[in-house]
């Protein structure tokens, strides 16, 4: 890599692809936690509506507990991907390639 431009570029770049992944594993947990909860909820004889309402209530409770348990920790990931995003912004006024 050559100059500071390449390697904020390659910083961002291993950046957003971990959260690619990080996205990607989350979505997979959910879903085979959605399909677990509801084979769990047929057995216990609940319907259908009833399944979809406790399905989609869990989610949004899970994501308020993540978001209260880690709120620090992403706000510290999104500082950092916003000052990398600036200074890619900022590298050619600032004369970096």
Known sequence: ???GGSLLQAITRALLHILE???QLVSRILAAFEAWLRGALS???VGGDLQTIIVTLLPILLLVAVVRL???VIRIVL???LVLLVLQ???PALGVR
């Open 43 to 45: 057995a216990l004889h």
């Open 21 to 23: 992944i990080g996205v």
């Open 89 to 91: 912004i900022l590298s």
């Open 70 to 72: 880690l709120g620090g």
């Open 1 to 3: 890599m050559n100059g």
């Open 79 to 81: 500082v950092i991907v």
